[in-house]
Nanobody
Framework: QVQLVESGGGLVQAGGSLRLSCAAS????????MGWYRQAPGKQRDLVAR???????VYADSVKDRFTISRDNAKNTVYLQMNSLKPEDTAVYYC??????????WGQGTQVTVSS
């Protein structure tokens, strides 16, 4: 059983910053890509940012130059630094991890609300 424990969501004013963290409960298993997705009410879940074990990153166009994804492979933890937040960034943010031997897992989600 693998759990992804997310933290760092909350309420912030437009222009502010938040840092999300996601830690996998199982260590000793290699993880390929880790990423963050978000889902706003009535919309589909979309990729925000993804990072491979080698450090290659992909970002959604809407968050480029504002968000930064990073990871600590030793701790099986991924982070999302979110700066210059906008009301349209409001959503539930989900962590995802693709374990080499165990498959793909999702976190429970953390709410990010940006007020105008």
């Amino acid at each position: 059983q693998v759990q992804l424990v997310e933290s760092g969501g909350g309420l912030v004013q437009a222009g502010g910053s938040l840092r999300l963290s996601c830690a996998a409960s199982r260590t000793g298993f290699s993880i390929n890509a880790m990423g963050w997705y978000r889902q706003a009410p009535g919309k589909q879940r979309d990729l925000v940012a993804r990072i491979t074990s080698g450090g290659s990153t992909v970002y959604a166009d809407s968050v480029k130059d504002r968000f930064t994804i990073s990871r600590d492979n030793a701790k099986n933890t991924v982070y999302l630094q979110m700066n210059s937040l906008k009301p349209e960034d409001t959503a539930v943010y989900y962590c995802n991890a693709n374990f080499v031997a165990l498959g793909s897992y999702w976190g429970q989600g953390t709410q990010v609300t940006v007020s105008s």
